[in-house]
């Protein structure tokens, strides 16, 4: 059981818009900025979104991240085949000492 | 580029002592910077292990602070990980780092690069 909750899967047809939820307490997103992570299969993982919505350089402005409170979420716009990955939330948690991640949402372009 | 490539033995057997070695490329670790691990279990999600500073600041996952060690080898440009008394549970995908912390006065990390991974199996 994951300290921060996603829902296990999204999918979308190419080009439109999916949202990522990410759902946590006040010991961790509700005190602590958020970050998103990709992992696709054989690839080293890729940050996309830090300190809740800003992005690397190189990561395109499809992606982008908000959060409110004691949830945050990720969109992808335009989605493209190639953002068939599985995406991961992480904040710290005061509670636990820890950096914790969400359980990771599977997302399908259909 | 920042470039990050974990080693280590593939199959580790239960209550030994499980050791992963990370090379550093494109950048120096004693430039700064936190350098840490990651663990993936097959079929889970990611679970983050800790991560260490070049002066010896560490950060521990409290599940694990009785059992890891973590070290920086400047003169080698090298990261390790060591993790005690292991279990089938120990089985995962490790992923070694490197952290920012990118706000001052509370625990705010990210994780900006990652090296590809390396299973290690826990198995008599």
């Known amino acids: 059981q994951s300290v921060l909750t996603q829902p296990p899967s999204a999918s979308e047809t190419p080009g439109q818009r999916v949202t990522i939820s990410c759902s946590g307490s006040s010991s961790n997103i509700g005190s602590y900025p958020v970050n998103w992570y990709q992992l696709l299969p054989g690839a080293a993982p890729k940050l996309l979104i830090y300190a809740s919505d800003q992005r690397p350089s190189g990561v395109p402005d499809r992606f982008s991240g908000s959060r409110s409170g004691t949830s945050a979420s990720l969109a992808i716009s335009g989605l493209q085949s190639e953002d068939e990955a599985d995406y991961y939330c992480s904040a710290w948690d005061d509670s636990l000492s820890a950096l914790v991640f969400g359980g990771g949402t599977k997302v399908t372009v259909l | 580029q920042v470039q990050l490539q974990e080693s280590g033995p593939g199959l580790v057997k239960p209550s030994e002592t499980l050791s992963l070695t990370c090379n550093v490329s494109?950048?120096?670790?004693?430039?700064?910077?936190?350098w840490g691990w990651i663990r993936q279990p097959p079929g889970k999600g990611l679970e983050w292990l800790g991560h260490?500073?070049?002066?010896?600041?560490?950060y521990f996952n409290p599940s694990l602070r009785s059992r890891l060690t973590l070290s920086v080898d400047t003169s080698k440009n090298q990261l390790s990980l060591k993790l005690s008394y292991v279990t089938a549970a120990d089985t995962a995908v490790h992923y070694c780092?490197?952290?920012?912390?990118?706000?001052?006065?509370?625990?705010?990390?990210?994780?900006?690069?990652w090296g590809q991974g390396t299973l290690v199996t826990v198995s008599s």
């Open positions: 780092a490197r952290i920012a912390r990118y706000c001052s006065g509370i625990n705010c990390f990210r994780i900006d690069f």
């Open positions: 494109g950048y120096s670790i004693s430039d700064g910077y936190f």
């Open positions: 260490i500073y070049e002066s010896g600041t560490t």
